[in-house]
């Protein structure tokens, strides 16, 4: 799971530093998908990922629609022949550092799927059912008017789902659901419960390869389900400006 790829000169689409830490540098996504092609792996979307899938796949996922979901990201994937799926999120369309409507169109033609990330990006377990409807059946719709092709494959909005976001996330017509939590995918595994692996600017591109050979996994899930403990007691609100003021704080100690 990527988000945005930073390129030298170029002003990230948000400078929170919870944003921040999901910011890759460009040369390091290519290092990375360089090292997957040399060692025979193939990269793949979630429709190719479904149809076939063996021992040396990665499915590659950008979220949020960023535009370097196209300048940097689509040419790299077509120089090692890999696919992936952008989940866009459609009303970030248009705005500084995101895609543009024209641009969902290029980005498909260069051989990326078009997924959806939402309408607006909120919380979807903090939303009433009418905007619930919006946010997954509306935000397919207008894609699927703006891109031309049919969008079928849904993320959620900082990982947050529960029963209620899966039904509609069904009722809305889509064929499989991604969500963060860490953890590999089998042939078995409830497509409307697919697990990511986000990577991170800290990442180190061996620490990358380490996680597409499925090694160390199990720490970072631990970590998540601590996390998961708390934000649950605290609530996604209180629970993000906490976050929040803690990453200000550690990046107030490194400067």
């Known amino acids: 799971m990527y988000h945005e790829l930073a390129l030298p000169g170029r002003p990230v689409c948000n400078p929170d530093p919870g944003y921040i830490r999901y910011v890759v540098s460009a040369s390091d996504f290519r290092s990375q998908m360089e090292r997957l092609a040399k060692e025979g792996w193939r990269g793949k979307s979630v429709s190719e990922a479904l149809r ?32 992936a799926t952008s989940y866009i999120t459609v009303d ?14 290029e980005l498909n033609a260069a051989g990326i799927e078009i997924g959806c990330h939402s309408l607006t990006h909120p919380y979807l377990t903090d939303i009433d059912d009418a905007r619930l409807r919006e946010e997954t059946a ?5 894609l699927e008017q703006i891109s031309g092709v049919a969008v079928e494959h849904f993320s959620c909005p900082g990982g947050r789902w529960d029963r209620r976001v899966l039904r509609a996330v069904k009722n809305a017509g889509f064929r499989t659901m991604a969500t963060s939590r860490t ?13 990511r692996v986000a990577v991170l600017k800290s990442h180190s591109n061996e620490i990358v390869w380490q ?17 998961e403990t708390v934000r649950q007691s605290l609530g996604n ?16 100690n490194r400067t």
């Open 237 to 252: 609100s209180f629970y993000d400006a906490l976050r929040h003021r803690i990453l200000n704080r550690e990046r107030t």
């Open 138 to 142: 509306g935000a397919k719709e207008q």
């Open 183 to 195: 953890g590999m995918n089998f042939a078995a595994t409830d497509p409307f419960d697919l697990a």
């Open 211 to 227: 996680t597409c050979l499925g090694r160390g996994l199990w720490k970072t899930r631990a970590k998540e389900v601590a996390r």
């Open 52 to 83: 076939s899938f063996d021992g040396k796949t990665v499915c590659i996922t950008f979220d949020d629609g960023c535009e370097t979901d196209l300048l940097s990201a689509a040419p790299v994937l077509r120089e090692f022949g890999f696919g």
């Open 92 to 105: 970030y369309l248009g705005k500084p550092g995101y895609l543009s409507r024209i641009q969902v169109r």
